[in-house]
């Protein structure tokens, strides 16, 4: 399985930014899909999910302005960020996984991850 995000650039704060997680080897439709984000000097964090049967997870952080969603035709699983912060800054990454759906904030247990996309917000 492969996976690469893709979307990500400048943007000022409160806009918005698009990024996409393609597949190929795979249909995200067998996994657990999630969205973590590293900050310059943090670790790596929990975004968002999506699950296989359709449901959706969101770190406190990200609720009411991020929303994932699922592309079965296109096979990828999208993150729409609005009203961006200057802390949203970060390399976004995705992962798939089939823990249980209680577990999916946890990195350790996803099995393949795309290499990051850089988002900045600029205040």
């Known amino acids: 399985v492969q996976l690469q995000a893709s979307g990500g650039g400048l943007v000022q704060a409160g806009g918005s930014l698009t990024l996409s997680c393609a597949a190929s080897?795979?249909?995200?439709?067998?996994?657990?899909t999630g969205w973590f984000r590293q900050a310059p000097g943090k670790e790596r964090e929990f975004v968002a999910a999506?699950?296989?049967?359709?449901?959706?997870k969101y770190a406190d952080t990200v609720k009411g302005r991020f929303i994932i969603s699922r592309d079965n035709a296109k096979n990828t699983v999208n993150l729409q960020m609005n009203s961006l912060k200057p802390e949203d800054t970060a390399v976004y990454s995705c992962?798939?996984?089939?823990?249980?759906?209680?577990?999916?904030?946890?990195?350790?247990?996803?099995?393949?991850w795309g290499q990051g996309t850089l988002v900045t917000v600029s205040s």
């Open positions: 999506f699950g296989w049967s359709g449901n959706r």
């Open positions: 992962g798939v996984t089939t823990m249980i759906w209680g577990r999916v904030h946890q990195e350790n247990g996803y099995r393949y």
């Open positions: 080897g795979a249909t995200f439709r067998s996994y657990s």
